[in-house]
């Protein structure tokens, strides 16, 4: 256990992971006392019960008597990360889900969605007041991108540093709390988003307590986390703490581990391995399934094997093959990794085995890719014509109703709403919201804008030709993001809509997860007219 | 096929992967003509058939009109590593071996040697001249420390920057392959020692042919080769090649893969999984069997798993937890990496399960470590009381003979010689040797001889006390590690000799790697007493 625990009588437990410190003291705001040194128990770790301290106490922690820094496991950040961690409660909230038993993963059908955009008020509370709208569009599974505390108020998410904190601006535990409820309440499962891979730059005070990062791997986005290197099983208990937390107090039903390709472990357990073993553990007790789903762009069918095939034992992966493989099909697009995507064949391979890049030679990454993923069940891959990356990762983050007719939008929607493996819809595409979806921050570090701003740039210098690229930094790229779900009853929005809404209706009455499996259902490619039936 | 390849017309056949040079020109010395253009083939490979070259030839590269450097493939660097490549003829040697068949791994009882300090002369040749020695002892397999040509005339051979040339020093090609002959004509195995995650640092002109080499991940010898990125699948080729030579062109029975932990590979097929596939599948027409052996400090059981678990597929692997806790327990160091061992009871561990750290804390490695090999035939095990790594990697070089007992000694040669496991003697273990093996470099280089005379005093530095550090770079610390194999007729040295051919001779009649995994033989431990028992 990491954190602070409030006990109940006025005392809070305190403990920290903290081996490059010899002393560690508990500063508490509004709190006469001098600082409060904790007991080192060994191997880095410091505790104390400290009595007079409870629930809604802000505190930091003194590093041998120098700076005092916000706790690497704080559950909530009130004031941002630069401000103090604050004690929660995570038992006073008075959840309404006990009948709750999670929903097997074959019926997930996802809805992925920002917060911060979804809704005017960009809160937790805001995306409750929709879930009318969802329920009506007939979702069965919301994915949220990550809400681990990041630095100021507008951010993708992946800038997170505080994986145990939801987002202050978004209305941090309690709020998040109520929405898992409230969607539970409606027979919804909650997907969270997860960050592991990294951590972001701004507000990341690790580095005084601990060696939590390592510069033996590089990620395109900052420090390696230390899986396996010295000191890393107290890293890995964090990771795994903060994985817990999730589904444990706050009813979680699955997560979706963000770009594990950037996870590196060499060592003989795998810390993803480890994670789906502590985590699928959990399920009985629970009284409900958990799933592990992650985001791979290594087309590696190790990932979701199970241990006795040498595989990390997570329930399901992201196909981003599929997605290449409908656009490049439907759009003629060819540039960056549509190169190695656009034939009708592909298409059917995607259908038919999941992955299209299954060992051949990749045009795009110059080299040989993947494995093949015949072998998987469809239901343990999840596919999409649209997501958060494939939308905002354009310079522009427009979306793909700018380039596709309505006929071909249907059957973008229809392929993937029918495809035998999990189906997910970006926020907004079911009735094509002319919001796009471009990249924004909100930090508070004026050179880390200015490299944010730099970087941005620098990937899409090719396309500059096509327009200015919105500013990360400016509050307006936000608000450019944020829908206007009121549209889905207006003129072509409303009959897109109504589209998708007959589609999950089939897909649910079809359930073409299990009938292909079960062989009932199967595809017919016609080649020659390029025509995919599903008979 | 990558190299020069004589056609047995006058003709040669050249071809290099050459993707960062726009033109690639032969150029042959004492030859007439203007530099001769290679063809693009694509892919940045380029080749041409040149007439009036044969065998013998001494040739470079020009890239892009520029600098002028050795082939990447070269068969041999009669000059060294600095100077040119020369065509070799593999067919020309006439072999005398047609009847070898190989032998089963089981029965490898492993000498490894370090060519240029087995004898006085330092050559292939000299070896032979000592295989009556060898056949008197007993042993089965010879194991070389790495031969690919190294910067100079002395060198552990870890520096190789020639993956498929044999050291000039040591006789070349045909030395080697007079050596291997003469092997098998006593019924030896033979075993090279290959080195695939890094290439070392001086005479390695590989760079301005191609991105062989990765800054994703680090190793402490060097850049570690890219063997995922973008044209990883020509470096793929390189690797698998050069092993496929020396498996085929050499008749070498096994590869010993030095360092694997420095091998990374996050595709979904991992190289070592590729490279083992490819070795295996020619073992039917070689009409031998053809063994890989890693070299591994990741205690990881995937490196022997067959592929449908997940494992890479390779044969055997090293256990250096078994050479720890037999040290450990004999010597009562507890310093460095033995700060995890001691107890009687890993001892018995080492013998019944094979890895010791096998999934607990390791406080060397300040984490947990390992899996579990409880499950892994022990002949894919290979055990050691010494080898090249556990003397010479002390500051002096100095063996345990100087630090143990007579009795001590034997203990340990009864332990690793009786093993079910497979054991390896280190060259003149058999006699209690005088001569160290302290780590010896003849670098051209003067900044890095410094380097790393500078880095091994600081590998060494809390050990200074105990006298001076060997310079590397000094002839006379590489002629320190000779062996005198005369003294194993002499005194004490002999009565050794005698312990260990009489061990040697019981193990061939015993052959307790298959009686204990067919339950004919068992250990029995008595943990009070610390008795060690085969039954």
Redesign the interface.
């Known amino acids: 256990a990491l954190g602070a625990f409030p006990l109940g009588d006025g005392c809070t437990l305190f403990r920290v992971w903290a081996p490059r410190a010899r002393e560690v003291a508990l500063l508490i705001e509004e709190d006469a006392r001098p600082p409060i040194p904790l007991a080192h128990e060994g191997d880095g770790y410091f505790s104390s019960v400290v009595s007079g301290v409870g629930p809604g106490a802000r505190y930091r922690y003194r590093l041998d008597h120098g700076a005092a820094f916000p706790d690497p496991a704080s559950r909530f950040q009130p004031l941002g990360v630069h401000g103090p961690s604050q004690v929660v409660d995570q038992g006073c909230y008075q959840w309404h889900d006990g009948e709750w038993r999670g929903m097997p993963l074959e019926r997930y059908i996802i809805y992925e969605l920002h917060v911060g955009a979804f809704t005017p008020q960009g809160t937790f509370d805001a995306v409750i007041s929709r879930l009318d709208y969802l329920a009506e569009l007939g979702v069965t599974a919301l994915e949220l991108m990550p809400v681990a505390q990041f630095p100021g108020e507008r951010n993708w998410g992946y800038d997170g540093t505080f994986p145990f904190a939801p987002q202050n601006s978004y209305g941090g535990p309690e709020g998040l709390k109520r929405l898992v409820d409230a969607c539970h309440g409606r027979g919804m499962a909650v997907i969270l988003d997860v960050v592991y891979n990294h951590l972001g730059p701004e507000g990341n005070y690790l580095h005084p307590y601990g060696p939590y990062f390592t ?4 990620t395109p986005w900052g420090d390696a986390v230390n899986f ?6 107290p890293v890995r208990h964090y990771v795994i703490s903060s994985a817990l937390q999730w589904v444990v107090d706050y009813h979680l039903d699955a997560l979706r581990l963000d770009a594990i ?1 950037g996870i ?1 472990d ?4 795998h810390i993803l391995g480890e994670l789906a073993c502590e985590l699928h553990r959990r399920q009985e007790a629970l009284g409900r399934p958990v799933y592990l789903i992650a985001e791979s762009d ?5 990932v979701i ?1 199970p241990p ?4 990390h034992g997570l329930d399901a992966q992201w196909n981003d093959d599929f997605h290449h493989a409908l656009t490049a099909f439907l759009t003629g697009e060819r540039s960056g990794y549509y190169a190695d995507f656009g034939s009708f064949g592909q298409l059917v391979k995607a259908f038919e085995q999941g992955f299209v890049l299954s ?1 051949g ?1 990749s045009v795009f ?7 093949s993923s015949a072998d998987c069940p469809p239901s343990r891959l999840v596919v999409f014509s649209q997501n958060h990356d494939q939308v905002g990762n354009r310079m522009a983050g427009d979306r793909p109703h700018e380039r596709l007719d309505p006929a071909r939008l249907r059957l973008a929607a229809a392929a993937v709403l029918l495809s035998p493996c999990l189906p997910l819809i970006f926020m907004g595409e079911e009735y094509a919201d002319p919001a796009p979806f471009p990249y924004f921050i909100s930090h508070g570090d004026p050179g880390l804008v200015a490299a944010v701003r730099e970087g941005r740039r620098r990937e899409f210098a090719s396309f500059m030709h096509q327009g200015e690229m919105p500013d990360p930094q400016d509050e307006t790229t936000f608000r450019s993001a944020r829908l206007d779900l009121g549209l889905h009853r207006v003129g072509e929005h409303g009959r897109l809509f109504a589209f998708y809404r007959e589609l999950i209706r089939l897909r649910k009455e079809l359930l073409p997860v299990s009938r292909f499996r079960d062989g009932e259902m199967a595809l017919a490619a016609d080649e020659g007219r390029q025509i995919l039936s599903i008979v």
Not at 215 to 218: K, L, P
Not at 266 to 269: E, L, T, Y
Not at 298 to 302: A, E, Q
Not at 308 to 311: K, L
């Open positions: 510069d033996r791997y590089r396996d290197g010295p000191d890393s099983d390709h590196f060499f060592g003989a357990r290594l087309n590696d069918t190790r094997l006795e095939r040498g595989g060992g030679y990454r110059r080299r040989r890719h993947g494995s």
